[in-house]
C-alpha cells in the first residue's frame, strides 16, 4: 500500500496532500481556496491598478542588455549556447532579452563575459537639465 501524506487546509480539514496545490510561501490550498485567492488577487490588481507600482527599467541597463543581444545576435551564438557558457537558464535570459527587468551588474557581467566582452560602469556629470 502506497504511503501517503495528509495535510489540514486553512478550515481545519485534513486532506491528502496530492490534492493540495502548493502556493506561496509553501501553504498548500485547495483547489476551491486557490481559485478563491486568484480572485481575491485579480480584483485587487484591477481596483488598484493605478497605485500597484511597477518596475522601472533603467535606461542604461535597456540599452546595454540591447547591445549584448546584438553582439549575440551577430555572433550566430542561441540562447542555449549562452545558457551553456553563463550557467543563467535560457528561459531567465529570454525574459532578460524581452522583458528587460531589473537585472544585477553580476548578471549583465556574466551575459557579456560569454560573448567575450566586459562590462564598463562610468560616473559622470550629470547633464544639464
Given at each position: 500500500?502506497?504511503?501517503?501524506?495528509?495535510?489540514?487546509?486553512?478550515?481545519?480539514?485534513?486532506?491528502?496532500?496530492?490534492?493540495?496545490?502548493?502556493?506561496?510561501?509553501?501553504?498548500?490550498l485547495?483547489?476551491?481556496?486557490?481559485?478563491?485567492?486568484?480572485?481575491?488577487?485579480?480584483?485587487?490588481?484591477?481596483?488598484?491598478?493605478?497605485?500597484?507600482?511597477?518596475?522601472?527599467?533603467?535606461?542604461?541597463?535597456?540599452?546595454?542588455?540591447?547591445?549584448?543581444?546584438?553582439?549575440?545576435e551577430?555572433?550566430?551564438?542561441?540562447?542555449?549556447?549562452?545558457?551553456?557558457?553563463?550557467?543563467?537558464?535560457?528561459?531567465?535570459?529570454?525574459?532578460l532579452?524581452?522583458?528587460?527587468?531589473?537585472?544585477?551588474?553580476?548578471?549583465?557581467?556574466?551575459?557579456?563575459?560569454?560573448?567575450?566582452?566586459?562590462?564598463?560602469?562610468?560616473?559622470?556629470?550629470?547633464?544639464?537639465?
Amino acid at each position: 500500500m502506497p504511503y501517503i501524506e495528509f495535510i489540514w487546509d486553512l478550515g481545519g480539514r485534513m486532506m491528502a496532500k496530492k490534492q493540495a496545490k502548493r502556493r506561496s510561501r509553501g501553504r498548500y490550498l485547495t483547489d476551491e481556496e486557490a481559485a478563491k485567492y486568484d480572485t481575491i488577487r485579480e480584483q485587487v490588481a484591477a481596483e488598484f491598478s493605478d497605485r500597484i507600482k511597477k518596475p522601472t527599467v533603467s535606461p542604461v541597463a535597456h540599452a546595454a542588455i540591447m547591445e549584448l543581444k546584438q553582439a549575440r545576435e551577430a555572433l550566430g551564438l542561441s540562447l542555449a549556447d549562452i545558457r551553456d557558457r553563463t550557467g543563467i537558464e535560457r528561459s531567465a535570459l529570454s525574459r532578460l532579452e524581452n522583458e528587460t527587468p531589473n537585472v544585477t551588474i553580476r548578471t549583465l557581467e556574466r551575459y557579456a563575459e560569454a560573448l567575450g566582452k566586459r562590462i564598463v560602469i562610468e560616473i559622470a556629470d550629470a547633464r544639464p537639465t
